[in-house]
């Protein structure tokens, strides 16, 4: 089961609204924009720990500040540095050994959707590093002064968000690297392109500003009092049935569940041909409204050929977040008249909780046969039903 760690620097001093106190601190919609984020971040289905850095003088207050508000899952607030690199580093200090993913989300970005930071962690999971960004959408102008000096393509542009996130080792190397460099990055991701990494990026949200200016602060107490009244976000539970079939062929592995199954035949198919995971992911798509699989990993795509369906369960999460959808429950049956499947499912349930980010007690797997009726009966292929339900906002129940 991956782990994975959140570290949340809120070292800023609020010099930019004129404040005699850290923005992060101030309240919003009744609570400190802080503990908003804190909060959102708790609902990730992947963040096991998280790292709070805070100003040396502010220490006490944030621990009292999480406390009160039942911010459970802190494992330690620290004290930050003189520049946010320094405060990132803190907190990296403070990752255990056995974590494997570390996502960096900052203390005034409060309106993160926990679906984003579980889609930047899942991708960071495959790749090694990624990032929430949104593409410009501005007309962007060089000025000198008070003059236009040039126009700017914003083509392929995009505006970086938080949270970022990397496998651990590579982002301890990165700060280690710039350490001995002297160099020093605007955020992480810069960090790690300074060592060669490449970072992939996951489309953010637009809500997910960091409050800087009062108008900001403003926007935000709107948005939040927006979402408590239902507005604007999808809430209420989706149903959703997935369907898939492959013909069973000499010379190729079966693979069910993201699990190779000893057996003389395999599933034809253009990536590996999981048809338990394919039938999921259906379910999934059809509840959000989203078509099929066909429709997003054509199989004319030589980007998906003998691809691990366990990866393209994985982007259909990502999609499901980007519109604030998770999954609750899942219940899927194959049909197979061979081999016996029932050995394999607790490791076929693992994998598939993993992926969608639920306790495996919410996923259930059953196999039966058709009496040796029809091409599953005769032993021809391979079938499989998928039934979900997903819920919008907070409301799915089996999140980790």
């Known amino acids: 089961m991956t782990t994975a760690a ?27 924009i802080l503990a908003h984020t804190v909060r959102a971040v708790q609902r990730s289905a992947l963040i096991n720990t998280i790292i709070i850095v805070a100003p040396a003088e502010h220490l006490e207050r944030t621990r009292e500040m999480v406390g009160r ?17 320094d405060s990132v580093a803190a907190g990296l200090r403070c990752v255990a050994d056995g974590i494997e993913l570390v996502a960096v989300h900052d203390g005034v970005r409060p309106l993160i959707d926990p679906g984003l930071i579980d889609a930047c962690l899942s991708r960071a999971g495959e790749t090694g590093a990624a990032m929430l960004a949104v593409p410009v959408k501005d007309t962007l102008k060089s000025v000198g002064g008070d003059l236009v000096a040039a126009n700017l393509d914003r083509a392929g ?7 970022q996130a990397a496998r651990l080792a590579l982002l301890r190397r990165a700060f280690e690297v710039a350490a001995a460099d002297g160099f020093t990055g605007t955020d992480e991701a810069a960090l790690l ?16 500003f960091k409050v800087t200016t009062a108008d900001d602060l403003v926007l935000a107490e709107a948005l939040l009092k927006t979402d408590r009244q239902g507005e604007g976000a999808v809430t209420g539970l989706r149903v959703g049935h997935g369907y898939d079939a492959h013909r069973l062929e000499e010379g190729r592995k079966l693979v069910l569940g993201g699990v190779v199954i000893p057996f003389e035949w395999g599933l034809a198919g253009h990536s590996d041909a999981d048809v338990l995971l394919h039938a999921l992911a259906d ?20 980007a998906y050929r003998g691809i691990s369906s366990l990866v393209l369960l994985a982007r259909v999460v990502e999609k499901l977040a980007s519109r604030n959808l998770r999954l609750v429950n ?9 081999p016996r499947l029932a050995p394999y499912f607790a490791l076929m349930l693992e994998n598939i909780a993993e992926t969608v980010g639920v306790d495996s007690s919410f996923l259930n797997l059953k196999a039966t046969t058709t009496e040796h009726m029809g091409f599953a009966g005769r032993g021809e292929g391979i079938a499989a039903h998928a039934v979900v339900c997903l819920a919008g906002g907070d ?4 999140r980790r």
Do not use: C
Not at 7 to 22: E, T
Not at 157 to 163: D, E, G, N, Y
Not at 330 to 338: K, L, M, N, P, S
């Open 6 to 32: 959140a570290i949340i620097p809120a070292g800023g001093a609020g010099l930019r609204m004129g404040l005699d106190q850290p923005k992060q601190y101030l309240e919003l919609a009744g609570l400190p």
């Open 69 to 85: 508000y039942g911010l459970t899952g802190v494992e330690a607030v620290v004290a930050g540095g003189r520049t946010r690199q």
């Open 157 to 163: 542009l995009w505006q970086a968000q938080t949270p």
């Open 193 to 208: 392109e300074h060592i060669g990494v490449k970072v992939s990026v996951v489309t953010g949200a637009a809500a997910n």
């Open 283 to 302: 379910a999934m798509l059809g509840a959000a409204g989203l078509g099929d699989i066909g429709r997003h990993f054509p199989d004319r795509d030589p």
């Open 330 to 338: 899942g219940d899927i049956t194959v049909i197979a008249e061979r």
């Open 395 to 398: 409301q799915a129940a089996g």
